[in-house]
């Protein structure tokens, strides 16, 4: 038997949203207040969801206990499948030694703390998310920072602030792709409007990571690699996004960054070198470099073939690797399959949609395809180049990484579930139609849809999926342009990924901070809301007295 979401159970649209709110509420309140571990503040976060869902939106008991199934599912696979190969491709670079040869090379380039975190967040991350997403630059490069010494809290929080600038064209576009299907924009006008935008809010990141770290004053002796940093992500982001493609402004962004630092810092050096406060004092002079060229292309061989390893297997506009993957699959039988007792039994009413649609619910089989199996087959082909480092010490050492990782993967299971059925008995759809109720203000709470629900399911993607077309109808209902307020999901929702709990417990999970998830929340709070309400203004802005700025 089927069940038809109502999306005002109270008869009060303000009142059903306040009461759909009570997740996030007790979320907010156990990891920003409380300070309680990750995993206690997801089971009361969930426990009080399927309350909510059951006692308050009239859910059928069965339906909700199967969404949550659901999602834990996939926070398993594939998310927990990333952030354990991440992990383990990074504990072998330890454990054999050849990430000391990776922290002296890129002391030799910089020793400042600074400037390795925007080379290393900003840029190195914004690339690995450009080709895959999911949490996998917040894993990978908040552990090399661990690994280069960096104070594990600000490891995890500039990791999570620095992954804001790329997340909308995270996966080679895939969030704008989703965006354009669900709203019937063309996904190049959405990245024309999203690329006019991030670009913004883009050229600051470094500083605003810089100054999380150290302070105005500190921050102002890079101000010049900070703003080459900045405007060459920004430039590139604006020039990709409008005149190139969809899929590629996050990895020319990145390739660009990279390169011109590396140029840059090769002309230009701080004349302070700075250290966190409990870091002993650093030697006077740069760094030397201690080994040869081909011993330092040795050390990062992991992380080279890492890059195009996930490249790879995201790819099917260019080479269409992916796709043969996905051939492949389907010949072994690995596809998509329907979740029982779900599947199709909920139904989306008006004005979600325009007719009563079945909601779907699958998990996919794609274990060939899917981004972990990427970084774990670049970690057994790392193991030809990794020195005195073979299978079997590889082997126990994925046991290792896998029982270090117990909590966040009870974490991260609990948060998708929590995810689902938020989705499933409607409670996000009525967060939704709480904020298009705004009238005139619209335009200035359009992005925080977006960043709610990125909140909630840590994806862009999956944010864009379930608000995208009712940004569509009411824009159009409140004679607003549906192509920007559509357009600011995605903007918005870039905010709303390093506050996500799931985010915060991969980088939890990447520092060794586990159990820590409140500090790295309360860390990361200030940033994301200066940052969605700068999205919110300039979305307004456009709207009205800027409409000259969109396409």
């Not at 992916?322 to 492949?328: F, I, P, Y």
């Not at 909590?407 to 995810?419: D, E, K, N, Q, R």
């Amino acid at each position: 038997m089927t069940w038809i979401q109502n999306y005002n159970p109270l008869g009060n649209i303000g009142l059903s949203a306040l009461v759909a709110a009570i997740p996030l509420f007790i979320l907010l309140y156990m990891l920003g207040i409380k300070r309680s571990k990750g995993h206690n503040a997801a089971f009361i976060g969930l426990v009080s969801a399927i309350l909510c869902s059951v006692f308050a939106f009239n859910m059928p008991v069965g339906l909700a206990i199967n969404s949550v199934l659901n999602g834990a599912a996939v926070g398993i696979f594939p998310i927990i499948w990333i952030v354990v190969t991440a992990i383990w491709v990074y504990n072998m670079t330890v454990e054999s030694g050849e990430f000391e040869i990776i922290k002296n090379s890129l002391a030799s380039i910089t020793d400042d703390r600074r400037l390795q975190a925007i080379f290393i967040a900003f840029a190195f991350g914004s690339f690995i998310e450009g080709t895959a997403g999911f949490g996998t630059p917040v894993a990978i490069t908040a552990a090399m920072l661990v690994g280069l010494g960096f104070n594990p809290v600000y490891a995890a929080g500039i990791c999570l602030i620095a992954n804001t600038a790329p997340v909308a064209f995270g996966a080679i576009g895939l969030p704008v792709v989703v965006l354009g299907q669900v709203s019937g924009i063309d996904a190049m006008t959405l990245s024309k409007i999203i690329g006019r935008q991030l670009p913004f809010l883009s050229f600051l990141v470094p500083l605003w990571v810089v100054v999380m770290m150290c302070g105005w004053k500190r921050a102002v002796e890079v101000l010049p690699a900070v703003l080459v940093a900045g405007g060459c992500f920004a430039v590139t982001q604006f020039f990709t996004s409008n005149y190139l493609s969809v899929y590629l402004p996050d990895i020319t962004s990145a390739f660009v960054t990279i390169i011109g630092l590396l140029i840059f810092l090769n002309l230009w050096k701080p004349s302070k070198i700075w250290h966190f406060p409990d870091e002993p004092e650093s030697a006077d002079g740069p760094v030397q470099l201690k080994y040869s060229i081909g011993e330092v292309l040795r050390a990062w061989a992991p992380y080279i073939i890492l890059a195009v390893f996930v490249f790879l297997w995201a790819d099917n506009k260019f080479i269409g690797f992916k796709n043969v993957l996905v051939g492949w699959e389907k010949a072994l039988g690995f596809t998509v399959i329907s979740w029982p007792g779900l599947n199709n039994l909920v139904v989306k009413a008006a004005p979600v949609v325009a007719q009563n649609t079945p909601y779907a619910a699958t998990f996919g089989i794609n274990f060939l395809s899917a981004p972990g199996t990427a970084i774990f087959l670049s970690g057994l082909v790392s193991l030809l180049i990794i020195p005195k480092y073979g299978y079997g010490r590889a082997t126990v050492c994925f046991g290792k990484t896998i029982k270090m990782l117990v909590y966040p993967i009870i974490t991260i299971a609990m948060i998708l579930g929590l995810a689902y059925i938020m989705n499933y008995s409607g409670m996000s759809i009525t967060l939704g139609l709480a904020v298009t109720a705004t009238g005139g203000a619209f335009p200035f709470f359009a992005p925080f849809l977006g960043w709610i629900g990125v909140f909630l399911t840590g994806s862009d993607t999956s944010a864009n999926a379930l608000f995208g077309s009712m940004q569509k109808t009411a824009a159009t209902q409140l004679g607003i342009d549906p192509n920007l307020t559509v357009a600011s999901t995605s903007s918005g929702g870039v905010c709303g990924k390093m506050l996500s709990p799931q985010s915060i417990s991969v980088a939890t999970a990447a520092t060794g901070l586990v159990g820590q998830e409140s500090t790295i929340f309360r860390f990361a709070l200030p940033s994301s809301i200066v940052m969605i309400i700068i999205i919110g203004i300039m979305t307004y802005l456009q709207s009205n007295v800027l409409h000259w700025m969109l396409p």
